[in-house]
């Protein structure tokens, strides 16, 4: 069946841009997560969504990310301002309740 | 807090030269331990989940064991397909975010 699907898969934008990510998660999968991972760093965990409830924004880095899910299934993270830092490639999972996660190809972010 | 250490940084072997990757742990409760195969430019594919110590999975050439301190991925007489970055994640019981905490992974080369 279909896996996580991400867009755009390459980001390139100018420093104080907001830029747009999105992530379709695998149908019936009712978690989804976000992780960056910079150049030499692991994977670090951004935010979490698990069916109807409230999301785990505990990882987000500062006040300039954001994400929501409509309709339990897509999922849009939003970087306002963007600034060199943020670089990265922008990874997304989900999951059957907290089984094991299937992550998308991701999204290199580029900022200028 | 977390943490997940993996040794070493890189690995270069031949073909056939079988070796092992080491993933250290410290976790508040452990749920599961993730082995994940990443190749460049790709997101992490899932390889296994291992719950408790003492168990052990296996698929091809790879074998992933697991105690309560560490987890180990043995390549078996490895081919240059086998060239990846590997990352080992730790998921705990504890709380309630079923995030994943990464090492920063292992490159293994395998040349023919």
């Known amino acids: 069946g279909a896996g996580v699907s991400q867009s755009p898969s390459n980001k390139v934008t100018e420093k104080g841009k907001d830029v747009e990510l999105r992530c379709d998660p695998i149908?019936?999968?009712?978690?989804l997560y976000w992780y960056r991972q910079s150049l030499g760093q692991g994977l670090e965990f951004l935010i979490y969504?698990?069916?109807?409830?409230?999301?785990?924004k505990s990882g987000l880095p500062s006040d300039r990310f954001s994400a929501e899910r409509t309709g339990g299934s897509v999922s849009t993270l939003t970087i306002q301002r963007t600034q060199q830092e943020d670089s990265a490639v922008y990874l997304c999972?989900?999951?059957?309740?907290?089984?094991?996660?299937?992550f998308g190809p991701g999204t290199r972010l580029t900022v200028l | 807090e977390d943490q997940v250490t993996q040794s070493p940084e890189a690995l270069r072997l031949q073909e056939g030269e079988s070796s092992s990757l080491n993933c250290s742990y410290t976790?508040?409760?452990?749920?599961?331990l993730f082995w994940y195969r990443q190749d460049p430019g790709k997101g992490p594919e899932f390889l296994f989940t291992l719950y408790s110590a003492g168990e052990e999975k296996e698929k091809e050439r790879l074998k992933a064991t697991l105690t309560k301190k560490e987890s180990f991925l043995h390549i078996t007489a490895p081919k240059p397909e086998d060239s990846a970055t590997y990352l080992c994640a730790v998921q705990s019981e504890t709380g309630a975010n079923s995030k994943l905490t990464f090492g920063k992974g292992i490159t293994l080369s395998v040349r023919p």
């Open positions: 149908s019936g999968h009712t978690a």
């Open positions: 976790v508040s409760g452990l749920r599961g």
């Open positions: 969504f698990q069916g109807n409830s409230a999301p785990d």
């Open positions: 999972a989900s999951s059957f309740l907290i089984d094991t996660q299937y």
